[in-house]
């Protein structure tokens, strides 16, 4: 059982950055790949990028490559997303989300935080 709270979500200007975080419980961290997905209102909830255990690989949705890094310490039991040149489509809830094996399509975590809102503002 993995537990995960996200946080650093907030409101920015097009343009700006935020980074957000989640924190893992549980020993077992280093094993879990990790990724985050985003749903908009009225839309499903998408991919946005994953990170295997090791850190070594890591997948990015298409609209976010380039702008946006996903990245782990697992000294601290903790996956980040650092997001650069927000755009108003970016606004979004975002869950972080934790499995045993990262895939590049078709991927759904086992467990998934209760997600942070971030608002990119025009």
């Known amino acids: 059982q993995v537990q995960l709270v996200e946080s650093g979500g907030g409101l920015v200007q097009t343009g700006g950055s935020l980074r957000l975080s989640c924190v893992a419980s549980?020993?077992?961290?280093?094993?879990?790949?990790m990724g985050w997905f985003r749903q908009a209102p009225g839309k499903e909830r998408a991919f946005v990028a994953g990170?295997?255990?090791?850190?070594?690989?890591?997948y990015y949705a298409d609209s976010v490559k380039g702008r946006f890094t996903i990245s782990r310490d697992n000294a601290k039991t903790t996956v980040y997303l650092q997001m650069n040149s927000l755009k108003a489509e970016d606004t979004a809830v975002y869950y972080c989300?934790?499995?045993?094996?990262?895939?590049?399509?078709?991927?759904?975590?086992?467990?998934w935080g209760q997600g942070t809102q971030v608002t990119v503002s025009s």
């Open positions: 549980g020993r077992t961290f280093r094993s879990y790949a």
């Open positions: 990170i295997s255990s090791s850190g070594i690989t890591t």
């Open positions: 989300a934790a499995a045993l094996r990262l895939y590049q399509s078709d991927w759904l975590p086992a467990y």
